[in-house]
């Protein structure tokens, strides 16, 4: 074995700082015999030489380790599990969830594999801020799970990509696209409504939505829409204010039965309605005695 000197020399400004030398994979290849080229599996030793000013040469030691040629990253694996793999969408939820088969760092020479890195990304934005990662991890036995800030009708993506010990870097490992959406609003059943005319009615709609429980949240704008179903038109309505409550106080001229169409919608413009039928009944008022003097005078 013959040490070939690669590279033109460096210099030492001074003394005591620790300085960093490199040489391209380049510079290796144009002193190397003609006809060869470095190929997976080969090795290097190093040391290094100095010369002072007097040309006094100094050979250093020869590295304890041994650099191998290993020039290919590895060979990506499969998407094998979590909710990026068994599904396309996704409802009312946090967690994105991904587990894939091992990358391999191929040739009995290889420098071997390094270690998995993990991001997810929002579609369609620029931002980094919607793209989360790279995290280096482990292989997954099991699908790793990830709580992140998802969005209503929002695409999202995995990456998956190597390193072996070399320093390669794999192909990058791409999950199938997953929608996010949000549901829309329950209302719980209303019980028909039974009133009587002059006296004041309220009921409160009961409303379920999952997205209550995820960071993205929700809120819900309400409607109540009278329908009188026999005879003229309503004259008066039923009311609901912003936190859902319904109410009425119908009068004499508002006896009949009628249909209350309520509606509930989220920030999405999702939606939910339900028909509560009510009744207005009329009620015997007390009646008024006028008491008139002989001249028809009211007295």
């Not at 990253?73 to 994105?96: C, E, H, K, R, W």
């Amino acid at each position: 074995m013959a040490w070939v000197t690669i590279g033109t020399q460096d210099s030492l400004t001074q003394a005591g700082v620790g300085e960093i030398f490199y040489r391209t994979i380049e510079e290796i290849e144009a002193v190397m015999p003609p006809n060869s080229a470095l190929i997976l599996g080969d090795s290097l030793e190093i040391r290094a030489s100095i010369t002072d000013r007097n040309g006094n040469l100094t050979h250093g030691t020869v590295s304890t380790q041994k650099l191998v040629y290993d020039p290919v990253g590895p060979i990506v694996g499969q998407i094998n599990g979590g909710n990026m793999f068994t599904a396309d969408t996704l409802y009312s939820n946090d967690t994105l969830s991904i587990q894939w088969s091992a990358f391999i760092d191929e040739g009995d020479d290889a420098s071997g594999f390094d270690q998995y890195q993990l991001a997810f990304e929002k579609l369609g934005s620029d931002s980094l801020e919607d793209f989360y990662g790279w995290d280096s991890v482990a292989l997954p036995t099991v699908p790793l799970e990830y709580g992140l800030f998802l969005e209503h009708n929002e695409k999202y993506i995995g990456h998956i990509r190597g390193f072996d010990i070399a320093g390669n870097l794999s192909d990058t490992l791409v999950t199938d696209t997953l929608v996010r959406y949000n549901s829309k609003p329950t209302i719980a059943t209303l019980i028909d409504a039974a009133l009587d005319e002059d006296i004041s009615w309220t009921d409160t709609l009961a409303l379920t939505d999952p997205d209550l429980f995820v960071l993205q949240s929700d809120s819900f704008t309400y409607k109540a829409i009278t329908t009188r179903l026999v005879g003229n038109a309503a004259i008066d309505s039923v009311r609901i204010d912003t936190s859902g409550v319904l109410t009425w106080t119908p009068t004499q001229n508002d006896t009949g039965t009628y249909e209350i169409h309520v509606i509930a919608t989220d920030a999405y413009a999702l939606a939910d309605t339900v028909k509560l039928p009510l009744v207005v009944t009329a009620v015997n008022d007390t009646p008024v005695v006028d008491i008139l003097s002989k001249n028809g005078v009211e007295r």
